[in-house]
């Protein structure tokens, strides 16, 4: 969703500053306001998982940035059960997808969590399955659809799924929820969805999914007749955009936007440029921000910086770089399992602007990336201290980040 720059009233932001405190984080050794271009060693200290080489200076382990204006991170809430994707409603309110398969409604102002809201259709929660990202229509106002991304079970297994449904006027169910596209083929396993879903600025989305992680699916990240490891242009009734890039072509599914990737868990617009960024969970050692172009090939699992789990290495031969697949803008050894990411557009920590945030699973922090002419140039840890495993992050109209996390908390992140 595009953000926009409305301010939160005075009064709400009072009641908001005085709801719920949790927990704090600041960093105010300098005065509010400031914008310290001061470089520190890299945030990331620990043992790379291998000694292969970046293709550019600056693609991994960037100079460290700190924030000098003084902010913090209150828990909203702490009631949700493993939110998933959050996104904000007209009203202030948050909608908030939860993996088991319900989506709530999470008033900021207090902390409220409404009852589960009905009518969406069942999800296969097992694994890293379940109800995933979610997205507003642009004219939501008006029609109150609402899109989302699930593992749908399906004879032989389950696959990525994306659906829609209105958002009833009371807010207590899902209308005439209808499934509108299915990422096949159907796979028995319950890894790798992908699941983010984001709208242009036409009205079309872009999803996520991932390759389902097993060697035998894997290949099929590089397999245009496939669904898996894509990230997908599709339309409000899950039919391909015209004009993709794979549109008219012989053996390739015309929905597909990009290939090559294997568990996309991040969408986001860069404000300035309008290019499609994504973060991606690669294996051990190659978690990957990429610029998402048409047609473009992102190299899984042919070139990875990372290693398998195991601690073999991939590929035949094992390469990094290849003509023609695309290298990340950015990656991260040891890997952060970065899911959901936005890039913050707000006026109220100036420093923030048109930086991108991504929330880190096994990491336990949220990333800061300050980035210029399409290379990262600064990285930062926040809110490193709560140990959660944040699993989306997001800007609202009161320019205020909000992160879930899979312990199910609701941070505000915002100028303190
Ligand atoms: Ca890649």
């Known amino acids: 969703?595009?953000?926009?720059?409305?301010?939160?009233?005075?009064?709400?932001?009072?009641?908001?500053?005085?709801?719920?405190?949790?927990?704090?984080?600041?960093?105010?050794?300098?005065?509010?306001?400031?914008?310290?271009?001061?470089?520190?060693?890299?945030?990331?200290?620990?043992?790379?998982?291998?000694?292969?080489?970046?293709?550019?200076?600056?693609?991994?382990?960037?100079?460290?940035?700190?924030?000098?204006?003084?902010?913090e991170g209150k828990v909203v809430t702490d009631k949700l059960s493993s939110p998933w994707g959050v996104v904000d409603l007209p009203s202030g309110k948050l909608l908030v997808t939860e993996k088991a398969g319900n989506m709530?409604?999470?008033?900021?102002?207090?902390?409220?969590?409404?009852?589960?809201?009905?009518?969406?259709?069942?999800?296969?929660?097992?694994?890293?399955?379940?109800?995933?990202?979610?997205?507003?229509d642009p004219a939501f106002e008006s029609n109150r659809m609402v899109y989302?991304?699930?593992?749908?079970?399906?004879?032989?297994?389950?696959?990525?799924?994306?659906?829609?449904?209105?958002?009833?006027?009371?807010?207590?169910?899902?209308?005439?929820?209808?499934?509108?596209?299915?990422?096949?083929?159907t796979y028995n396993g319950k890894l790798h969805y992908g699941g983010r879903v984001l709208f242009d600025k036409d009205g079309n989305l872009f999803v996520s999914t991932g390759e389902r992680s097993d060697l035998e699916t894997r290949p099929q990240a590089q397999d245009l007749k496939s669904g898996l490891g894509k990230i997908l242009h599709i339309t409000t009734d899950g039919k391909p955009v015209a004009g993709n890039?794979?549109?008219?072509?012989?053996?390739?599914?015309?929905?597909?936007?990009?290939?090559?990737?294997?568990?996309?868990?991040?969408?986001?617009?860069?404000?300035?440029?309008?290019d499609l960024w994504n973060s991606e969970f690669g294996p051990r050692g190659g978690d990957e921000i990429n610029i998402v172009k048409a047609g473009s090939n992102y190299g899984w699992?042919?070139?990875?910086?990372?290693?398998?789990?195991?601690?073999?290495?991939?590929?035949?031969?094992?390469?990094?770089?290849?003509?023609?697949?695309?290298?990340?803008?950015?990656?991260?050894?040891?890997?952060?399992?970065?899911?959901?990411?936005?890039?913050?557009?707000?006026e109220r920590i100036p420093e923030w602007k048109n930086n991108l945030f991504i929330g880190g699973l096994s990491s336990t922090h949220i990333a800061r990336l300050v980035i210029e002419n399409n290379k990262v140039v600064g990285e930062e840890r926040l809110l490193s201290s709560e140990g959660q495993r944040?699993?989306?992050?997001?800007?609202?109209?009161?320019?205020?980040?909000?992160?879930?996390?899979?312990?199910?908390?609701?941070?505000?992140i915002d100028k303190k």
């Open 1 to 71: 969703m595009k953000n926009t720059k409305i301010m939160l009233p005075t009064v709400l932001a009072v009641a908001l500053m005085a709801s719920a405190s949790c927990s704090t984080q600041s960093s105010s050794e300098t005065p509010a306001g400031g914008s310290d271009t001061t470089s520190y060693p890299p945030v990331e200290t620990g043992k790379a998982n291998t000694d292969y080489k970046p293709a550019f200076e600056g693609q991994t382990r960037i100079a460290g940035v700190k924030t000098t204006t003084p902010f």
């Open 104 to 136: 709530r409604i999470v008033d900021p102002s207090n902390g409220n969590v409404s009852e589960p809201i009905t009518g969406l259709p069942k999800v296969d929660e097992s694994g890293q399955g379940g109800l995933l990202g979610l997205a507003l």
């Open 148 to 185: 989302w991304v699930f593992a749908e079970p399906a004879n032989g297994g389950n696959h990525t799924a994306v659906a829609k449904g209105r958002l009833s006027d009371d807010e207590s169910k899902i209308e005439n929820a209808k499934v509108i596209y299915q990422a096949l083929p």
């Open 245 to 274: 890039p794979f549109e008219g072509q012989a053996d390739a599914r015309p929905e597909i936007y990009s290939y090559g990737h294997r568990n996309p868990q991040g969408l986001a617009f860069h404000p300035e440029t309008g």
């Open 301 to 346: 699992p042919v070139i990875t910086y990372g290693l398998e789990y195991s601690g073999d290495k991939i590929g035949t031969p094992v390469i990094q770089q290849k003509d023609g697949m695309e290298q990340p803008v950015y990656y991260w050894d040891p890997v952060l399992s970065p899911s959901g990411m936005t890039f913050y557009t707000g």
């Open 390 to 412: 944040f699993r989306d992050v997001r800007q609202a109209k009161d320019g205020a980040l909000y992160a879930v996390t899979d312990a199910g908390r609701l941070y505000k």
